[in-house]
């Protein structure tokens, strides 16, 4: 079964820079596009960033352009989110996320920002 595993949130001070890791499981890695989601207290899960199967092409949304760069490594199962700059409005659960057929999502990881 497909199993995606998100780690590295934390506590950070604004301004600060935080790495998340996403490693998957089940399936093959190197076929799929990755997501990165989030959902903070109250609000509906909203896209982040994505990267292609090969890691050439990237989007991101418009509220973290610049401040946040995802990137892969098809050897390790692995996709990253790295966070910089970061602001109290990017405090919110962290999800990783794949599609093929079905939405697969990780358990998420926090992610709190404040001084």
């Known amino acids: 079964q497909v199993q995606l595993v998100e780690s590295g949130g934390g506590l950070v001070e604004p301004g600060g820079s935080l790495r998340l890791s996403c490693v998957a499981s089940?399936?093959?890695?190197?076929?799929?596009?990755m997501r990165w989601y989030r959902q903070a207290p109250g609000k509906e899960r909203e896209f982040v960033a994505d990267?292609?199967?090969?890691?050439?092409?990237?989007d991101y949304a418009d509220s973290v352009k610049g401040r946040f760069t995802i990137f892969r490594d098809n050897a390790k199962n692995t996709v990253w989110l790295q966070m910089n700059s970061l602001k109290s409005d990017d405090t919110a659960v962290y999800y990783c996320?794949?599609?093929?057929?079905?939405?697969?999502w990780g358990q998420g990881t926090q992610v709190t920002v404040s001084s």
């Open positions: 089940g399936l093959t890695f190197s076929s799929v596009t």
């Open positions: 996320n794949t599609r093929f057929g079905l939405d697969y």
């Open positions: 990267i292609s199967t090969g890691g050439s092409i990237t």
